[in-house]
T-cell receptor, first 113, second 114 residues
Framework: GNSVTQMEGPVTLSEEAFLTINCTYTATGYPSLFWYVQYPGEGLQLLLKATKADDKGSNKGFEATYRKETTSFHLEKGSVQVSDSAVYFC????????????FGKGTMLLVSP | DAGVIQSPRHEVTEMGQEVTLRCKPI?????LFWYRQTMMRGLELLIY????????DSGMPEDRFSAKMPNASFSTLKIQPSEPRDSAVYFCASSLGGKGNIQYFGAGTRLSVL
């Protein structure tokens, strides 16, 4: 079946540090890949997505590249801000028929001034 | 657009009581999802609907849980009787159908069963 594995948190960084949150997946075919973000007290919201191999999703300074050869979709940001403190979820949806999102367990990011 | 609206935001109840969570999806969306989030298990899909019809309820933990969608603009998730292990944040999400569609989440209902 489909599965998503994320690095465990919390990830603790100082403002302006470089961020990487690792995500790897298991799925047949060519799933679409997503990063969702959950700010404190809120629901999840889409951060970025990629639908085919070598695609790069980007938004708000965050980037992730769909790597089919390593089945990975790592999230990166060059310079984090305190306002980026949140929980980040990697997710996939398979490419055949309709299916629901499969989420990773989430990685908490804490950014200090 | 107001987004997905859930009520109540917080619910505290005693074991054995009935709990009803409510969701209003984004107008025009044809898929609706109910999720449960806990520290131990993360985010779990409980059930989803397409055009008001339940499609997959395999994630519903027990017969104590039931969900309905009487029309395109309203859904409920009911727990009867509630137990302390049901304490969690429950999210509703909606999407406009198709593969790779984006799900829009509500702010969630934090349920505490004492």
């Amino acid at each position: 079946g489909n599965s998503v594995t994320q690095m465990e948190g919390p990830v603790t960084l100082s403002e302006e540090a470089f961020l990487t949150i690792n995500c790897t997946y298991t799925a047949t075919g060519y799933p679409s890949l997503f990063w969702y973000v959950q700010y404190p007290g809120e629901g999840l919201q889409l951060l970025l997505k990629a639908t085919k191999a070598d695609d790069k999703g980007s938004n708000k300074g965050f980037e992730a590249t769909y790597r089919k050869e390593t089945t990975s979709f790592h999230l990166e940001k060059g310079s984090v801000q305190v306002s980026d403190s949140a929980v980040y979820f990697c997710a996939l949806i398979r490419d055949s028929g309709y299916s629901t999102l499969t989420f990773g367990k989430g990685t908490m990011l804490l950014v200090s001034p | 657009d107001a987004g997905v609206i859930q009520s109540p935001r917080h619910e505290v109840t005693e074991m054995g009581q009935e709990v009803t969570l409510r969701c209003k999806p984004i107008s025009g969306h044809d898929y609706l999802f109910w999720y449960r989030q806990t520290m131990m298990r993360g985010l779990e899909l409980l059930i989803y609907f397409n055009n008001n019809v339940p499609i997959d309820d395999s994630g519903m933990p027990e017969d104590r849980f039931s969900a309905k969608m009487p029309n395109a603009s309203f859904s409920t998730l009911k727990i009867q009787p509630s137990e302390p292990r049901d304490s969690a944040v429950y999210f509703c999400a909606s999407s406009l159908g198709g593969k790779g569609n984006i799900q829009y989440f509500g702010a969630g209902t934090r349920l505490s069963v004492l």
